[in-house]
């Protein structure tokens, strides 16, 4: 975590002081008594809005120590749930600004639209909300079920279809 200190002088930054490491968890003594498997549960906990894509990042680094491949499928559904991780992400971010800057609006429908759906989706690939150890060394836990990459591409169509609408929300709310 980072914490960066400004001073200005009107609209001018005139320093800036960082201050590294607000947050340990001590993840790197957790997982010297672990196994590689075992620390793929850890990666979820570094950041709780990116933990399919931490889960990733985690695993391509020890597949390619071991010099392991995954199958095509895996790779897919690796790159399907760690777009849809993002897009959560961004979510939260859009949704967590328009509250700063006195717009509620943007929170309802960044969470409980597109987030909430997300979120729907990844329980049904693997079972989890938040927290999902779904992408593992070699591939992922399980395939997805039957009928969910439908349900991914109804909510990519709809989700574009939603981007003007946050434009407005947003850039052209009259608190912003």
Known sequence: MLR???????????SAQP?????????????????YPQIIVLTDRLDYLA???NNWSYCLAVEKLLGVAIPERAEYLRIIVGELQRIASHC??????GIDIGAFTPFLVAFG???ERILDLFEEICGARLT????RIGGVMADAPEGWEKKVHQFVKEMYGHIDEYDALLTYNPIF
Do not use: C, P, Q, S
Request: no cysteine.
């Open 51 to 53: 933990a399919m894509t």
């Open 4 to 14: 960066v200190a400004i001073t200005t002088d009107g609209e001018i930054v005139t």
């Open 113 to 115: 639209r597109e987030r």
């Open 132 to 135: 999902y150890n779904f992408i």
């Open 92 to 97: 939260v971010f859009l949704g967590t600004y």
């Open 19 to 35: 201050d590294v490491g607000y947050l340990h968890r001590a993840t790197e003594k957790l997982v010297e008594k672990r196994t």
